[in-house]
């Protein structure tokens, strides 16, 4: 299938830095509390630079477009049936639900979709919109849910101030909207620190997998295979029906909303999951299997809809 090798050089990364991860966490190399510790790093230092300095530099009005509609279509669909999976079949308290539904449709949109975009479709515009929409819609909504229950449901309206990365969002979209940027030194600083954020939250992914407590009976099995089916292939065919039949988007709009619905469960899911300790192994197993499945998903895409 012609388009398998270049989805292998967007997916070799990942599978490496999980891997090295895994190693560090066999070898005991960092010692037994080293994932907390990277993954509070990336929630409260990496992933809120690389956040501020992403929303800053992209004009607010980017995810206004057809396509994104389509994008959100999947997604809504996407997360609404996570919910009623979570909620009917496997009795999820109200944190675990959020984690289960944004797994079901939370897409990894930069560190795989830009490689994935440039790759099959030659450019990676449309990465910023969906960014966008993910941060300011779908991240607000279930960081609320998992720090009111963490919380002990104080004030919604102080969330932001004590939320790192609600904090960073609502700073960058203040920055976008008024045009400012930072001084050159500090913007570098926030550039460094942005950068470690993925690496080191699929090394920490990677850790996780060493000694992970085993599934216990049928139910989680069928848990993240539900997930897994949601996230790879409804979520896809709901944008392909909205963006075909509905909105009659360009065949290059086409494939461009379907490949990016498509893109498996972001390391973002498990890094929030871990912080809040809310359904953290079906965000793990959500992120390696929907990863995993999304190799023949997006090459079977590409082969049907670009040829």
């Known amino acids: 299938m012609p388009a ?54 992209t004009p607010l009005d980017h995810f206004a477009n057809p396509s994104m509609l389509a994008f959100a279509a999947g997604t809504t669909v996407s997360i609404g049936l996570g919910l009623l999976v979570g909620r009917l079949l496997f009795r999820r308290k109200p944190g675990e639900l959020a984690i289960g539904a944004m797994a ?3 897409v990894n949109s930069a560190n795989l979709g830009i490689p994935v975009a440039m790759q099959l479709l030659g450019d990676a515009s449309f990465v910023a919109p969906v960014v966008l929409f993910q941060i300011l819609v779908v991240t607000p909504a279930v960081l609320a849910v998992l720090d009111g229950g963490a ?33 050159a030194e500090l913007n570098r600083s926030c550039e460094l620190l ?37 996230k790879t292939l409804i979520q896809p065919l709901i944008a392909f029906a909205v963006a075909g039949p509905l909105l009659h988007l360009s065949s290059h709009q086409l494939l461009t909303v379907v490949l990016f619905s498509a893109l498996p469960t972001a390391q973002n899911v498990y890094v929030y999951a871990r912080e809040y300790g809310q359904g953290t192994g079906l965000a793990r197993d959500s992120v390696l299997w929907s990863t ?4 023949v998903t997006l090459s079977a895409i590409s082969w049907s809809l670009a040829g």
């Open 4 to 57: 398998l090798h270049p989805l292998l050089s967007g997916f070799a990364p990942i599978w490496a830095l999980t891997g090295i991860g895994y190693l560090v966490g066999r070898t005991g190399l960092l010692g037994p509390h080293a994932e907390p510790v990277l993954n509070r790093f990336v929630f409260h230092v990496a992933m809120p630079a690389s956040l501020f300095l992403m929303i800053a530099r």
């Open 104 to 106: 079901c449709g939370y």
């Open 151 to 183: 919380a002990g449901r104080r004030a919604l309206l102080t969330l932001p101030l004590r939320n790192p990365i609600l904090l960073a969002t609502a700073l960058g979209a203040a920055a976008s909207a008024g045009g400012l940027h930072l001084p």
């Open 194 to 230: 942005g950068g470690a954020g993925v690496p080191t939250a699929l090394v920490a992914l990677g850790m996780s997998l060493h000694n992970r407590p085993p599934a216990t009976g049928h139910s989680r099995h069928a848990e993240v295979g539900l997930t897994v089916a949601v």
């Open 292 to 295: 995993l499945a999304s190799m």
